[in-house]
């Protein structure tokens, strides 16, 4: 008796085993519009913005047919959720006083100027539910060419003669955004 329930278990150890789906871990994949993050300090205050980029793929931004940004229509200033700025301090961007906070950015690209709206409600995916009522401030930045072709949407910090400035770049278009510590 001892030797038949060996093998009988053996057998149905192996039916078991025969009947589990073995898989392999797959891959990540990279997401189509990955996460960005930029910041800049300088003494005591801290400024981060956290932004998807969108990249451009053969379709066409900032003109007035765009797939990718239209000129003249509010933006999340780039994919997935609406661009957000950290501020740990008072700050001035453009001219204007922005209080210690967080704040999701949007624009209205135009041909030669963009506004840049900061926005008190955070948190939101796209600009699907932007609240004109709930703008902490709106200033204008001109556009500018660039001469290099960014692909992805990149904000960047840029740094020239003592001067700071918040970088936005894609395709062949740049605005710049002085800031002021």
């Known amino acids: 008796m001892k030797n038949i329930i060996k093998p009988i278990l ?10 589990v789906d073995v898989q392999a871990q797959e891959a990540l994949k990279q997401k189509p519009s990955p996460l960005g993050m930029v910041t800049y300090s300088f003494e005591d205050t801290y400024v981060k913005v956290t932004y998807g980029r969108p990249h451009l793929r053969g379709r066409e931004a900032f003109t007035e047919v765009a797939e990718l940004a239209p000129l003249g229509k509010i933006w999340r200033t780039g994919a997935n959720e609406a661009t957000e700025i950290t501020v740990t301090d008072a700050i001035k961007m ?6 210690a906070g967080t704040y999701s950015v949007f624009t209205i690209p135009g041909a030669k100027s963009w506004t840049i709206i900061l ?5 939101q995916w796209g600009a699907y539910k932007y609240d004109e009522e709930n703008d902490f401030v709106r200033f204008e930045v001109p556009v500018n060419k660039s ?15 003592g ?6 770049l894609w395709a062949n278009t740049m605005v710049s955004i002085p800031i002021e510590f």
């Not at 453009?94 to 209080?99: K, L, Q, Y």
């Open 119 to 123: 926005n008190k409600d955070v948190g």
């Open 10 to 19: 053996i057998c149905f150890a192996l039916i078991l085993l025969l009947g």
């Open 163 to 168: 001067d700071v400035s918040l970088q936005m």
């Open 147 to 161: 001469d290099d072709l960014f692909e992805p949407f990149t904000i960047r910090f840029d740094q020239a003669n």
């Open 94 to 99: 453009a001219g204007e006083t922005v209080p």
